[in-house]
């Protein structure tokens, strides 16, 4: 992405947005967007450009302040059992699952705006002449992935949601019930096959967009949550190995250098990643666990810890927690690129996070590094995880010693029971993918599975009974009536 082209993706939703404003006063569900903005067969490529904002952020060029649903750490990390607090303590009551109807609950504004998005793009581009029906098949397929992810990313969230699909171009927005999560699971996957089998060819075209490959992906995630948190069971795990043997074919590596997975923009390893750089986008959520120069004065390794000059750039606010730095054995190739424990003279003091350090400019860092969503490191967990879910111990091992060996561990050599693959699994996932914005899903996935119980296993729901799904805002209740609050709330 560039400059010309972020200019014209938010040319295109500031005419969105714009035409929505009486709209969005009313507080729907959904976005009512320009109906006459499709004219031309060239207005559609940069629609659904502008739609991966709403992955990403805001981009400085943009209409508004988007908040990217992969740069939330709220509701992929908080809830978990990584973080601590450190200098600047800026946890949310996810953190503390103090979560209440009126303290810490979900407005999913944002994600429908998104869907609308979506909604409007497949609903004008449907009977629509193009002179390069592949451009169309293309266009097609984005846009079905991305109502998917956003689909995806709510049930995640809240589990039953509601699920509306029709495209609104006038104020009388339906006010819809939440649908059973299983319901908007089915619309998903239907959104991703047809997806799959509207893409021109099965290559990464880039890794900011949604890819043949990338859909496979997804897919296979959906899959996961389906046959865990939905009960979907083996067929489900089937699918999604299904799924995942097409990713493989995508061409990607797995990198030696572990450090550069992370920092490197489009590297081998990654499938799918959210745009960052500093004069195009705002920082991604990494800024809150990069120290300030203040705060470490006197450190005796200051030199080999990612710290900004200001607060603005590194709020140190997050370290990586007892638990998690547990989860490493001595010697792992990981370590040094999860965190770095900072000295003063022999004082061992905050454990900082160097995963996301971002990059040293001439006046500060800033952390614009790429928000990855799917890695190839992913894939081949996600095989583990369905293989171990069908009992197929040994496929699953031989799948988890791919991530284990890159990162100098060597295989696993433990029991080779269900139970044992699956609890190294997690493990694993959450040594590989630490602070990457997957642990709280993950959690609650192998809970309802039945591998470990997250109400002991998460220090700060310990003595709890909060629901693992979000209550819904007040707001979002008191402006639809075919609402319900999400159960135990």
């Known amino acids: ?77 908080e809830r978990s059992e990584e973080l ?24 999913y504004a944002t994600w429908y705006k998104a869907i609308g998005n979506c909604n409007l793009l497949l609903s004008k581009i449907e009977n ?8 169309k098949k293309r266009v097609v397929a984005e846009a079905c992935c991305l109502r998917a992810y956003f689909y995806f990313s709510l049930i995640r969230i809240i589990g039953d949601a509601p699920l509306m699909l029709e495209s609104i171009s006038s104020e009388n927005v339906p006010q819809l019930p939440r649908s059973p999560a299983k319901e908007v699971m089915t619309q998903i996957i239907a959104d991703l096959d047809q997806a799959i089998s509207q893409f021109p060819d099965k290559t990464i075209t880039s890794k900011y967009r949604f890819s043949y490959p990338a859909a496979q992906a997804l897919k296979a995630d959906a899959k996961l949550w389906s046959a865990k948190v939905l009960e979907g069971g083996s067929a489900d795990f089937n699918d999604a190995i299904t799924a995942l043997a097409e990713v493989e074919k995508a061409g990607l590596t797995l990198r030696n250098d572990f450090g550069q997975i992370t920092t490197t923009r489009a590297n081998s390893e990654v499938l799918l990643s959210a745009y960052f750089n500093r004069d195009e986008s705002f920082a991604n959520y990494g800024l809150n666990a990069l120290p300030y120069q203040t705060g470490i004065t006197g450190a005796s390794n200051i030199d080999s810890i990612p710290f900004c000059v200001t607060t603005t750039n590194g709020q140190g606010a997050y370290q990586i927690s007892p638990k998690s730095k547990a989860l ?44 990855i969503v799917y890695r190839l490191a992913e894939i081949y967990l996600m095989e583990a995880e369905a293989y171990a879910g069908i009992s197929n111990t040994t496929k699953a091992i031989e799948y988890l010693n791919k991530t284990r060996n890159r990162a100098g561990i060597g295989d696993y050599t433990g029991g080779t029971d269900k139970l044992s693959v699956e609890k190294e699994i997690l493990n694993e996932r959450g040594r590989e993918f630490f602070f990457e914005n997957k642990r709280w899903f993950d959690l609650v996935r192998f809970h309802k599975g039945g591998t470990i119980d997250v109400y002991t296993y998460v220090p700060n729901l310990v003595g709890k009974t909060t629901p693992l799904f979000w209550p819904l805002a007040a707001n979002v209740l008191a402006n639809n009536g075919q609402l319900r609050q999400t159960d135990g709330y």
């Open 328 to 371: 490493f054995a001595s010697g792992d190739k990981r370590i040094p690129y999860t965190w770095i424990t900072e000295r003063q003279g022999t004082t061992l003091k905050i454990s900082w996070i160097t995963k996301l350090p971002g990059n040293k400019y001439f006046d500060d860092r800033v952390s614009d590094n790429d928000v």
């Open 84 to 107: 601590v607090s450190a200098l600047n303590a800026r946890f949310s009551q996810a953190w503390t699952q103090n979560i209440t109807p009126t303290t810490g609950a979900f407005d």
């Open 1 to 77: 992405m560039n400059k010309l082209l972020l200019t014209i993706i938010g040319c295109s939703l500031l005419l969105l947005t714009t035409s929505c404003d009486k709209l969005l006063e009313s507080k729907s569900e959904s976005v009512i967007t320009e109906a006459d903005y499709f004219q031309s067969e060239n207005d559609f490529e940069p629609y659904v450009t502008g739609i991966y904002m709403f992955i990403r952020g805001s981009a400085r060029t943009g209409p508004q302040n988007i908040t990217g649903i992969a740069n939330n750490i709220t509701y992929g990390t």
């Open 128 to 135: 629509f002449k193009f002179t390069n029906e592949a451009t």
